[in-house]
């Protein structure tokens, strides 16, 4: 499981990476995307293994309008248990998204043939905020980013919209409050990060 609040300057300004999760780069990708249509897709690939998930495409359904700027929670959630595209969900402000059924737009893929601990295991495993290996720059703010190594239940998801993260199985979690060059992890794993080409803004969500 992943979240953040996120707040786009321009709700669809081209892909928006704002979550990310890196391993050995050219096998190992886990990538949470604000797109240019205003939706929102969650992919993965780990060795031969690839996966997509993505709300839908239509107006009342789309996670960013043109010109919108303010907050939205997204969490995201990969099952190995469940095969398909069942292993692979997109909360938005705590309620879980209908995931579209077309290319791009939708969910795909194995989760079952995923072995989502190589990301913890690789010592080149890298946390990213608004960017993915350096590219992709997200254009906003965002804040409260965590991980969780086990799918969260809809209770939990709850908790987590509302400001109360459980802390069993939470692997990081930077606040993004520090106002410094390194971003402190508040969990007791000292995942601490470092700000590149950012600056720092407002502590509420304003």
């Excluded at 601490?192 to 803004?201: A, H, L, R």
Aim: charged fraction near 15%.
């Amino acid at each position: 499981t992943m979240s953040a609040w996120y707040k786009p300057t321009n709700g669809k300004n081209g892909e928006q990476r704002f979550l990310g999760v890196t391993g050995i780069w050219s096998t190992s990708l886990i990538s949470v995307v604000a797109q240019n249509t205003g939706q929102v897709t969650f992919s993965y690939r780990s060795d031969s293994d690839s996966g997509l998930a993505g709300t839908i495409n239509s107006a009342s359904e789309l996670v960013f309008q043109d010109g919108q700027s303010e907050w939205r929670h997204i969490l995201v959630t990969a099952d190995s248990t469940t095969d398909g595209p069942g292993g692979l969900q997109i909360y938005v402000d705590g309620v879980r998204k209908t995931l579209g059924n077309s290319v791009g737009d939708g969910s795909s893929g194995s989760t079952a043939g995923i072995d989502f601990s190589v990301f913890g295991q690789a010592s080149s495993t890298v946390f990213q905020a608004m960017a993915l290996n350096g590219d992709y720059l997200a254009s906003g703010s965002i804040r409260d980013c965590s991980i969780w190594s086990t799918k969260l239940t809809q209770s939990q998801i709850t908790d987590v919209f509302l400001g109360n993260p459980p802390s069993t199985d939470q692997e990081l979690w930077w606040k993004l409050d520090d106002n410094n060059a390194t971003v402190q992890d508040s969990t007791s794993n000292n995942r601490d990060g470092t700000v590149n080409n950012s600056t720092w803004g407002h502590s509420e969500y304003n």
